[in-house]
T-cell receptor, first 110, second 116 residues
């Protein structure tokens, strides 16, 4: 069945450093979504990418969708303590099924 | 508050008991999803509804699990004869599916289940 893999599983960065998480799907996706979950909280939608090669920015966050629509990345520039949490990608296939990755847990060192 | 709500927020039960959780989606949303999340894992799909129709159930969903959305609004998830392995956070999400575009899921706060 469809699988969505996310790496790394954990990332510790010094405050101010950049951070990137990668998402790979075993099948071609119709779209990919990114969510952030703070410790003790629930997933909160960040963005959706639909087009091949699409790049979207939200302040310090840059999201990319691969040309083959099978991979995606989230890059955070100059991390801040408020960026702490787990970042999930969720791939939706043509059958509308949504599969979440296991997430990348970001920890910021002050 | 017009977000997704879930009740109860916490549930402790003894093994073998039945539990029922409720999810109230955002009112205009036609899709409602149930997920299970354990520590260090992503949300794991269980089932989803479009209006009152249950369109898909995960193979992970045993016969002890049943979900309903009788009027296409709120939904309930029942677990019969709970087992310790059922302990997890149960998340509900709703979305508005229109046309062929993607959909944004809005998650509720979850119900944390502990089976003793």
């Amino acid at each position: 069945g469809q699988q969505v893999m996310q790496i790394p599983q954990y990332q510790h960065v010094q405050e101010g450093e950049d951070f990137t998480t990668y998402c790979n799907s075993s099948t071609t996706l119709s779209n990919i979504q990114w969510y952030k979950q703070r410790p003790g909280g629930h997933p909160v939608f960040l963005i959706q990418l639909v087009k091949s090669g699409e790049v979207k920015k939200q302040k310090r966050l840059t999201f990319q969708f691969g040309e083959a629509k099978k991979n995606s990345s989230l890059h955070i520039t100059a991390t801040q303590t408020t960026d702490v949490g787990t970042y999930f990608c969720a791939g939706q296939n043509r059958d509308d099924k949504i599969i979440f990755g296991k997430g990348t847990r970001l920890h910021i060192l002050p | 508050d017009t977000g997704v709500s879930q009740n109860p927020r916490h549930k402790i039960t003894k093994r073998g008991q039945n539990v029922t959780f409720r999810c109230d989606p955002i009112s205009e949303h036609n899709r409602l999803y149930w997920y299970r999340q354990t520590l260090g894992q992503g949300p794991e799909f269980l089932t989803y509804f479009q209006n009152e129709a249950q369109l898909e159930k995960s193979r992970l969903l045993s016969d002890r699990f049943s979900a309903e959305r009788p009027k296409g609004s709120f939904s309930t998830l029942e677990i019969q004869r709970t087992e310790q392995g059922d302990s997890a956070m149960y998340l509900c999400a709703s979305s508005l599916r229109a046309g062929t575009g993607g959909e944004t899921q809005y998650f509720g706060p979850g119900t944390r289940l502990l089976v003793l």
